[in-house]
């Protein structure tokens, strides 16, 4: 074993121990950094049921129309479609134009290499 194989191993075992330290460091501050995320992602997902709640209230009991409700997230829906249906046929007359087109067909149809 030469001296390249030693370095790479005395380099290892402090740069492992370094990490491993700072990591041991760190771990607190990350604990208490993804428990703020939790609870802001808790609180943001609580709002967002009591807003879907009142919603549901506001159809039940009349003081919101469920026609124009619904006629909103059925063109929404719609919208969508339209839009994900041309991106598709787009990516198909692109792909075909590329492929009738590329300079490798050409030499397969014309027989010659």
């Known amino acids: 074993m030469d001296a390249q194989f030693w370095l790479g191993v005395i380099v290892t075992l402090v740069g492992g121990t370094i990490v ?4 041991n460091l760190a771990h607190p ?3 208490a950094y993804l428990d703020s ?3 802001l992602s808790e609180e943001k997902r609580r709002r967002q049921a009591e807003t879907f709640h009142a ?3 506001d159809l039940r009991t ?3 129309d469920r026609h124009v409700y619904m006629l909103r ?3 929404g829906v719609l919208a969508a479609t ?3 249906v041309g991106a598709l046929v787009g990516a198909m007359v692109g792909a075909t ?3 009738q087109y590329s300079p490798k067909r050409r030499t397969l149809l014309s027989g010659t290499s």
């Open 73 to 75: 997230v059925a063109i």
């Open 97 to 99: 134009v590329v492929i």
């Open 29 to 31: 501050k990350i604990v």
């Open 82 to 84: 339209v839009v994900a």
């Open 55 to 57: 919603l549901i209230v």
């Open 62 to 64: 009349g003081h919101r």
């Open 20 to 23: 491993s330290v700072l990591a």
């Open 37 to 39: 995320r939790k609870l």
